[in-house]
């Protein structure tokens, strides 16, 4: 089993290089990072987690800039979105954008993607909420073609262009793993369907996700797929030991724990504790 962090990097927390040096010195396999381009002002989607929004959502910074800067930090610490939100983003930039970062970090990233909750963020995109699952899809299809091809073109209901070439290409092939963070049932399908590994949401509902690792290499095996060359990551976990070994068990491949968007939390000193419930160091 993996053990990751994750974070929404702000101007106020630890700068992002030195937590990310700090989780590679401890024994820890990836550091992740969260997204949202702004918060609309007018607040209408509930916030999934609760009825407060926390401030960190509203002051977090570039994940694809946070996570060069972690890069260059790091030698061998994998590099995560969790999650980046490519249906509100063009689809030819952010293939470039993966690709340079895979490049920087030497073959490193891990791109966790997602939907959003955000209605009003989205629509300021310019993406119709009702159908961000199928742009989500068809951008990584499309970004897909371009990582593996030198002239690259995909044509689908949302997404479409015609011969273009871009470099570089990542250093992982055929791409950077792509795991898909959503929920059970939904989040699993999609991941079966074209992902390289899935992320089950603690808190959005149905947490058994022990049990619904059975059942997603259960749905692999249906499909054609092989389960052990995909991954189940619980993320934003807390230092539960008891949930660890559960997972264990379970044959989860990725346990992420959660650090504090905050001026006043020594990251730290988090670190370590996790470090201690892993069974690192």
């Not at 063009?90 to 490193?108: C, M, Y």
């Not at 290409?169 to 899935?198: E, L």
């Not at 990251?267 to 201690?276: H, K, P, V, W």
Request: hydrophobic content about 40%; aromatic content about 10%; overall charge negative.
């Amino acid at each position: 089993m993996h053990f990751g962090l994750m974070i929404f990097p702000t101007s106020y927390t630890t700068p992002i290089g030195e937590l990310a040096a700090a989780a590679e010195a401890r024994g820890f396999e990836s550091l992740w990072v969260s997204e949202h381009s702004h918060i609309p002002a007018s607040r209408e989607t509930p916030w999934p987690g609760g009825s407060d929004l926390p401030q960190y959502y509203y002051d977090v910074m570039d994940p694809f800039v946070s996570l060069g800067a972690a890069a260059q930090a790091t030698t061998t610490l994998k590099l995560g979105t969790g999650i980046c939100l490519v249906a509100q983003r063009d689809p030819i930039q952010t293939a470039k954008q993966v690709a340079s970062l895979d490049v920087v970090s030497n073959g490193r990233f891990l791109f966790g993607i997602g939907g959003g909750w955000n209605r009003e963020e989205m629509r300021n995109h310019g993406t119709d909420p009702r159908i961000r699952w199928k742009l989500m899809r068809e951008s990584v299809e499309a970004m897909t073609e371009i990582w593996t091809n030198d002239i690259a073109s995909y044509h689908g209901e949302l997404v479409s262009f015609d011969q273009i070439i871009s470099n570089p290409k990542p250093v992982q092939a055929p791409r950077p793993p792509v795991h898909i963070g959503a929920a059970f049932p939904n989040g699993m399908a999609r991941a079966v369907r074209y992902a390289d590994g899935w992320i089950p949401l603690l808190g959005r509902g149905d947490d058994d996700i022990a049990q619904h690792a059975t059942t997603y290499r259960r749905e692999l095996e249906k499909a054609g797929r092989d389960p052990d060359k995909t991954e189940v990551t619980v993320y934003a976990s807390g230092p539960d030991e008891d949930a660890v070994e559960r997972y264990r068990r379970a044959g989860i491949n990725r346990i992420v724990f959660a650090l504090i968007a905050h001026p006043d939390i020594d990251n730290f000193e988090l670190i370590d504790r996790y470090a201690t419930v892993a069974g690192l160091g």
